[in-house]
C-alpha cells in the first residue's frame, strides 16, 4: 500500500479547500506563505500535492483533471515531482535518520530559490512537519519568509503542533478537519472496502484520520495482524518488538497514540497503580515528543512494567 502523499493521484474529501485555493490562484489573490494545520493524517500533504499539480499542469497536456478531483498521471508536472526533478517544486521533510528538520536542508533550500527561475510558471516550496524545525532552521527560514517571494508559493505543513508564533504570524493560516464519519467514508474509497470489517471496534473508534487507519492496515498486512481479532494491548506490544516506530514518523505517532487510548481505557479511580503508570508514562512520552528523546529506552520500560505485567 503506497501511502505517500505524492503519489495519491485521486483527491477523497477537502474538495472545498481545493477549489477555494484554485479559486483565489486564479484571481491572483492566493498567498505566498500558507499554513495548512491539522490532525496527522488527515490528507493535508495530499491536498498540497493536487493544488500544486493542478497549478503547474495548466497549460499542459493531460493537465489536472478538475472535474473528478484526480492528478493525471501523464502529466508532465506529476513525472517530474515523482521523479523529484522538477525545477518548479521543492519538498522537505525530515530525514528518516533524524529527529528534526536541520540548518542544512534550509541552506540548500536557499540556495536552490536563489537560482534563476527556468521557467515563467510559479514555484512552490513544500515543507512537511513544520513543526519538527529545530530552532536554527526555524530562524533560517524566517528570514527566507520576509524576503519579497514573487510567484513563489510556500506551504508548510503542521500537525497541529505548536510552532513559533514568529513562523505562524508570517502565513495565512488554514485549519483542515474531517468528522470522523468523513474520515471512515475516505478509508473505504481508498480501500474499495469497508475498514469496519477489518479492524476491531476497540481501535477504530480512537482514529480520526484516513491516515492513520490506512498507515495501521498497512502495518498489519506487512506483519501478518488480524486487525479484527487481536486487542490494543497485543498490538501495542508487536509494534514495540518490531521497532519500525524508529523509522518511521507515521508508525512512532500511532504507537503513543495507542498507548494513551490503552491507559484511557484501562485506567480507574480505583486501580491507583495503573493511574500512577499512566501519569507517569504520558508525561515521559510528552517529554520525548517536545524534546526529540530516545524512544527505544522508554517503549521497552513500559512494555516491561505496564504490558507483561
Known sequence: MNLKPANQLSLYGHHFEFLNFIELYKSQKLPNKILLSGEKGIGKSTLAYHIINHILSIDEDNSYDLKNFKI??????FKLIFNK??????????DDDKKSIDINQIRNLILT??????????????????????????????????EPND??????????????????????????????????????????????????????????????????????????????QINLKELIKRIIMDKKYKKDQFVKYQLYSLIEIYFRNNVSVKN????????????????????????ETLLMELEDRVLSG
Open 72 to 77: 493525471n498521471p501523464d502529466n508532465k508536472s
Open 272 to 295: 491507583n497503580k495503573l493511574l500512577k503508570m499512566q501519569n507517569y508514562f504520558l508525561k515521559k512520552i510528552n517529554n520525548t515528543k517536545i524534546f526529540n528523546l530516545d524512544d
Open 151 to 228: 510567484n513563489i508559493f510556500f506551504i508548510l505543513i503542521n500537525s497541529n503542533k505548536k510552532i513559533l508564533p514568529t513562523l505562524k504570524s508570517r502565513c495565512l493560516n488554514y485549519n483542515i478537519t474531517l468528522t470522523s464519519s468523513q474520515s471512515i467514508d475516505i478509508t473505504n474509497k481508498i480501500l474499495d472496502q469497508n475498514c469496519m470489517n477489518l479492524i476491531h471496534e476497540q481501535i477504530i473508534n480512537h482514529y480520526s484520520t484516513p491516515g492513520s487507519l490506512l498507515s495501521l492496515l498497512d502495518f498489519a498486512n506487512k506483519n501478518d495482524l488480524d486487525l479484527k
Open 113 to 146: 530559490l536563489n537560482k534563476s527561475s527556468f521557467n515563467k510558471k510559479p514555484r512552490f516550496v513544500l515543507i512537511d512537519n513544520i513543526e519538527l524545525l529545530n530552532i536554527n532552521s526555524v530562524n533560517a527560514l524566517l528570514k527566507v519568509l520576509e
Open 85 to 94: 526533478s522538477n525545477p518548479n517544486f521543492i519538498s522537505i521533510d525530515i
